[in-house]
């Protein structure tokens, strides 16, 4: 599929904000409303774990094709219809390989081989590893049948960025799928969407660290002089699992990292973080910050099944409950959650 055609199907993120969304007409509060999350399609991750080999492995994907395609399925039925559908990140496994790459292995290959990490493959050279391409253009497929009055909301992963950054891996995903960092209003609800692998490792681009840096500190200034009904981030790497004082791990950030975010955002008001990349479902609470950990519509690595997460914006709080696919496509929405929509 050409960049034409993607920007013809998609409501691609252009100069930090969402085409999808007028901010002048959506400062405002106009009442309840909700919106589907969802993270880690990361076609060709099954086949990969299946056989424990993260790095060389997933040369097939018809599973997670399947998969989104129900999710597609799935968030069409729903009426109302949600006011977006936020993927939150590893849209493919294929990583856009680097040469650093070879003297830094994708953390996630000792995951997925229990401690042990595969040589590199030096043949894949600095234009992405074997099927992105492909797995790219299978997703994007899929992703085209989503209802147009639906707008697809795209979060940067390590699996879409790499591990380590760079201009060139940033610059691939802005041209495939859009600014990897921008804001948009709903509602009356200011949404910031992240890029967390700056926090993960930035040696590489660091001036462009420093810019997301910086612009996040202007958006956090107007959630905090209170110019939202509710302030919400959306990033692929979870602040933490459980607790705010957990140990570091390959799922989470660095406590000095996750420390220094979660202060910035609960002094500025945000009242919850939507993330993925640990394929389980967790999170927790700091202080009065809500940190979501949503499971994936790919592979599972827990016992949690392939879903969704549906989350409900009234003016006094923020509630989610996650949905297995054939849950959410067979039944919809429940009662409880239907009735908080139709409030004030």
Same mark, same amino acid.
């Given at each position: 599929?050409?960049?034409?055609?993607?920007?013809?199907? +998609?409501?691609?993120?252009?100069?930090?904000?969402?085409?999808?969304?007028?901010?002048?007409?959506?400062?405002?509060?106009?009442?309840?409303?909700?919106?589907?999350?969802?993270?880690?399609?990361?076609?060709?991750?099954?086949?990969?774990?299946?056989?424990?080999?993260?790095?060389?492995?997933?040369?097939?994907?018809?599973?997670?094709?399947?998969?989104?395609?129900?999710?597609?399925?799935?968030?069409?039925?729903?009426?109302?219809?949600?006011?977006?559908?936020?993927?939150?990140?590893?849209?493919?496994?294929?990583?856009?390989?680097?040469?650093?790459?070879?003297?830094?292995?994708?953390?996630?290959?000792?995951?997925?081989?229990?401690?042990?990490?595969?040589?590199?493959? !030096?043949?894949?050279?600095?234009?992405?590893?074997?099927?992105?391409?492909?797995?790219?253009?299978?997703?994007?497929?899929?992703?085209?049948?989503?209802?147009?009055?639906?707008?697809?909301? %795209?979060?940067?992963?390590?699996?879409?960025?790499?591990?380590?950054?760079?201009?060139?891996?940033?610059?691939?995903?802005?041209?495939?799928?859009?600014?990897?960092?921008?804001? +948009?209003?709903?509602?009356?609800?200011?949404?910031?969407?992240?890029?967390?692998?700056?926090? =993960?490792?930035?040696?590489?681009?660091?001036?462009?660290?420093?810019?997301?840096?910086?612009?996040?500190?202007?958006?956090?200034?107007?959630?905090?002089?209170?110019?939202?009904?509710?302030?919400?981030?959306?990033?692929?790497?979870?602040?933490?699992?459980?607790?705010?004082?957990?140990?570091?791990? =390959?799922?989470?950030?660095?406590?000095?990292?996750?420390?220094? %975010?979660?202060?910035?955002?609960?002094?500025?008001?945000?009242?919850?973080?939507?993330?993925?990349?640990? !394929?389980?479902?967790?999170?927790?609470? &700091?202080?009065?910050?809500?940190?979501?950990?949503?499971?994936?519509?790919?592979?599972?690595?827990?016992?949690?099944?392939?879903?969704?997460?549906?989350?409900?914006?009234?003016?006094?709080?923020?509630?989610?409950? =996650? &949905?297995?696919?054939?849950?959410?496509?067979?039944?919809?929405?429940?009662?409880? %959650?239907?009735?908080?929509?139709?409030?004030?």
């Amino acid at each position: 599929m050409s960049a034409a055609e993607v920007g013809g199907v +998609f409501h691609r993120a252009r100069d930090r904000t969402l085409d999808a969304f007028l901010a002048e007409e959506e400062r405002e509060w106009k009442g309840p409303f909700y919106f589907i999350q969802g993270a880690d399609p990361q076609f060709g991750l099954m086949k990969a774990w299946s056989t424990g080999d993260c790095d060389h492995g997933g040369d097939e994907w018809s599973q997670e094709i399947r998969l989104t395609e129900q999710a597609v399925q799935a968030v069409n039925k729903l009426n109302p219809k949600p006011k977006f559908f936020v993927l939150c990140g590893d849209l493919i496994h294929a990583m856009p390989a680097r040469e650093e790459d070879a003297n830094h292995m994708d953390s996630f290959s000792s995951v997925c081989s229990g401690g042990e990490s595969p040589s590199f493959d !030096h043949s894949v050279g600095v234009h992405g590893t074997p099927w992105r391409k492909e797995q790219t253009e299978d997703l994007q497929r899929v992703l085209k049948d989503l209802d147009r009055e639906i707008p697809l909301v %795209l979060v940067s992963g390590n699996h879409d960025l790499g591990n380590i950054p760079t201009a060139e891996t940033i610059e691939e995903f802005q041209h495939t799928w859009g600014d990897d960092y921008f804001s +948009f209003w709903v509602g009356g609800v200011l949404f910031l969407v992240l890029n967390s692998q700056f926090w =993960y490792n930035a040696s590489q681009c660091p001036a462009l660290k420093h810019a997301q840096d910086h612009w996040l500190d202007q958006q956090l200034s107007i959630a905090g002089q209170r110019k939202c009904r509710h302030a919400i981030v959306f990033q692929h790497i979870p602040l933490f699992l459980h607790s705010i004082e957990e140990e570091d791990d =390959y799922f989470n950030l660095t406590k000095a990292v996750r420390k220094e %975010l979660a202060d910035k955002f609960i002094g500025a008001g945000v009242r919850a973080v939507f993330s993925g990349h640990y !394929h389980r479902n967790a999170g927790g609470t &700091y202080q009065n910050l809500d940190m979501v950990v949503s499971s994936a519509i790919g592979c599972q690595l827990g016992k949690d099944t392939h879903g969704l997460r549906v989350v409900v914006v009234t003016a006094e709080k923020i509630t989610h409950r =996650y &949905y297995s696919l054939d849950e959410l496509r067979r039944e919809g929405i429940e009662e409880d %959650l239907m009735k908080l929509m139709k409030e004030e």
